[in-house]
């Protein structure tokens, strides 16, 4: 803290952790809090924490964190958008993207209007329903990556999706895997990877359409001829980089695709053991986020 902040605060157990450099939390009371103005210090940077000397930042209330960087905070030099691929994912064992019951991944190249569109310019040709996710973050200036601020996914110009970081809810701070990929993100940005829908269990304050399955893409809502899905991807900077694929409705018929086996969800309790029964695993309700199958 700056010397004001020091002189306003007379907890002596408070003083004392500072003299061992203990981590500690302190809210001001009435009578100590301190008027600042544009310019002022209040802190200083430390190293504590992850990576060089920073100084740590919340905007906090109600239960609610704020994303600094709405309040003009963010002083860095932007360094752009980038893009590193996009899964389209199919939702089901009756969705075929390009003939397959797989996930298909693309990669960009801007074009003269500064859109990402294909590296290699194909049209996909999807049957059934396909979720998008994002490997993508802005950078800094500097070293470090930083996530998106918001992401919009549309079919043929209409909003499918919305998911923007201006707010958090305190409660669903751990609760990232409903946004992030925790298996791909890593915390330096290479990469992070963003889900686009809504998905089961999902509550977050960040996605405008909260009905589940909101930001999947349904082939059947495809008009005839070629199609174009959309996602924009927003920074600090508030200029978006924009995503282009062309896609159109495959009318095939193919054999159903392999029906995956869940033993978990968010929503039920259930023991895991070994063939031998002398190992065993419990999973109560919601402690995991999305279906999944495990063995021990």
């Known amino acids: 803290f700056a010397d004001n902040v020091w002189s306003a605060i007379q907890d002596k157990d408070l003083l004392e952790k500072r003299k061992r450099r203990q981590d500690f939390e302190y809210n001001l009371t009435a009578s100590e809090q301190v008027r600042v103005k544009k310019g002022d210090v209040i802190g200083y940077s ?63 190249k ?13 049209t996909l040709k999807i049957k059934g329903d396909v979720s998008l996710s994002v490997y993508g973050s802005e950078s800094s200036g500097r070293s470090n990556k930083i996530g998106f601020q918001k992401i919009t996914v549309g079919l043929n110009g209409s909003e499918l999706q919305e998911v923007n970081f201006s707010k958090i809810s305190s409660f669903h701070t751990f609760r990232s895997c409903f946004v ?26 960040g996605f405008k359409n909260q009905q589940v399955g909101a930001g999947i893409v349904h082939s059947e809502n495809f008009k005839e001829g070629e199609n174009e899905i959309s996602i924009a991807l927003y920074g600090i900077s508030k200029l978006p980089a924009i995503i282009k694929i062309k896609t159109e409705k495959d009318n095939k018929e193919y054999p159903d695709g392999e029906i995956k086996k869940f033993n978990l969800s968010h929503d039920s309790y259930i023991t895991v053991s070994t063939p031998d029964k002398k190992g065993e695993a419990f999973f109560p309700a919601y402690s995991i986020f999305t279906k999944a199958n495990v063995s021990i």
């Open 180 to 205: 992030l990929d925790n298996y791909k993100s890593r915390m330096n940005g290479k990469p992070f990877k963003y889900f686009t829908h809504t998905k089961e269990g999902n509550t977050l304050l």
């Open 110 to 122: 801007l074009d003269k209007d500064k859109n990402l569109i294909p590296l290699h310019g194909e």
């Open 46 to 108: 430390g190293d504590t924490g992850i990576g060089p000397s920073h100084l740590h930042l919340e905007i906090f209330k109600d239960n609610i964190y704020y994303n600094p960087a709405d309040f003009g905070l963010n002083y860095f030099a932007f360094g752009g958008i980038n893009v590193y691929a996009v899964d389209i994912v199919p939702e089901n064992n009756k969705t075929f993207i390009n003939g397959r019951n797989a996930t298909y991944t693309m990669r960009f």
